[in-house]
């Protein structure tokens, strides 16, 4: 069976969409992102500009470009000739869905549609840790038009838009997330799954979670040795394999918890546990809290 990790992943996010809107922008100038932690994303329409992001060196976008950030931190974005440090602008809204930045008196240099969406999981931050801080795509049309259908969904009132809206969502960053041409700059699954070597044993991780997974076992997947692989997968990833391999089987276990659709006992087997006692110890150290409680609070809030 074939499995895709990053549309896993994605699909366990959960995103929908806080809105999407034009923004125009004039002369000199500078934003600063100040919705920390949340989603970004954007399409370059016309003009260049450049993107600040911690970890990462400066980045030049230009029309035809994309860009994702799945959770935004201290994020700034510039026009190549940028105004003084310290002097940040805030977008002014034209009418509905645009907007601009920059003086009024300047032609505009700059058009870009701009999304931020939400991650409904619980477990965001865990399985944004797995994804890259950034991922910029270039000359990929069919994400602009993904993001266009997103922001008219996000502003009609049509039958069945929150789930329409959720699937483009999935859909949109599942491609950028596969499609980035700066995915290999910082350690994360999309990097493992371009790596020839590692993707195999991502693939396997993801295919049969309750298998007993060794690190010898994941680097035969790999046609590595033991010790090569541990180390590519440590560096490429970013965290050793059984860690990994740990992260997302109690992010499925989460997810079963919460539906209430199987004992505890069941949830056990699916990620690979012999007992539920074994589970629940594991299960405690990682959570913070016993699986059976962790069910309760869910259903209740």
Not at 35 to 50: D, N, Q, S, T
Not at 54 to 83: K, M, Y
Not at 102 to 116: A, E, F, S
Request: net charge positive; charged share 20%; glycine share 6%.
């Amino acid at each position: 069976m074939t499995v895709d990790p990053l549309a896993e992943i994605v699909t366990l996010l959960q995103p929908s969409a806080s809105f999407s809107k034009l923004v125009e922008y004039a002369g000199r100038w500078r934003i600063r992102r100040d919705v920390e932690g949340k989603p970004v994303y954007f399409a370059v329409l016309e003009g260049e500009c450049r993107v600040l992001c911690p970890g990462h060196a400066p980045s030049i976008v230009r029309a035809g470009d994309f860009l994702l950030s799945p959770a935004t931190n201290n994020q700034v974005i510039e026009s190549i000739e940028a105004p003084p440090h310290g002097i940040d602008m805030r977008p002014v809204e034209l009418d509905e869905g645009r907007f601009r930045v920059g003086r009024w008196d300047t032609p505009v240099n700059l058009r870009m549609q701009v999304g931020l969406c939400s991650f409904a999981s619980p477990d965001a931050a865990l399985l944004v840790s797995l994804l890259p801080s950034m991922v910029i795509a270039r000359g990929e049309p069919r994400l602009a038009t993904l993001m266009q259908l997103v922001g008219d969904e996000t502003r009609n009132t049509r039958p069945g838009r929150e789930l329409i809206v959720e699937r483009l969502l999935e859909v949109l960053l599942i491609e950028a997330l596969r499609c980035g041409t700066d995915n290999t700059s910082m350690p994360s699954v999309a990097r493992g799954l371009s790596d020839d070597r590692l993707v195999a044993a991502l693939r396997a991780i993801h295919a049969k979670p309750a298998q007993g997974w060794t690190v010898a076992d994941l680097a035969a997947e790999a046609a590595m040795s033991r010790s090569a692989f541990f180390a590519r997968f440590n560096r490429i990833v970013g965290m050793p394999p059984m860690e990994y391999l740990l992260t997302w089987r109690m992010a499925l276990a989460k997810r079963l918890l919460r539906s209430r659709e199987l004992a505890i006992e069941q949830v056990a087997a699916r990620v690979g546990y012999g007992s539920a006692s074994t589970f629940s110890t594991a299960f405690a150290r990682h959570v913070g809290m016993p699986p059976a409680r962790f069910a309760r609070v869910a259903v209740t809030g």
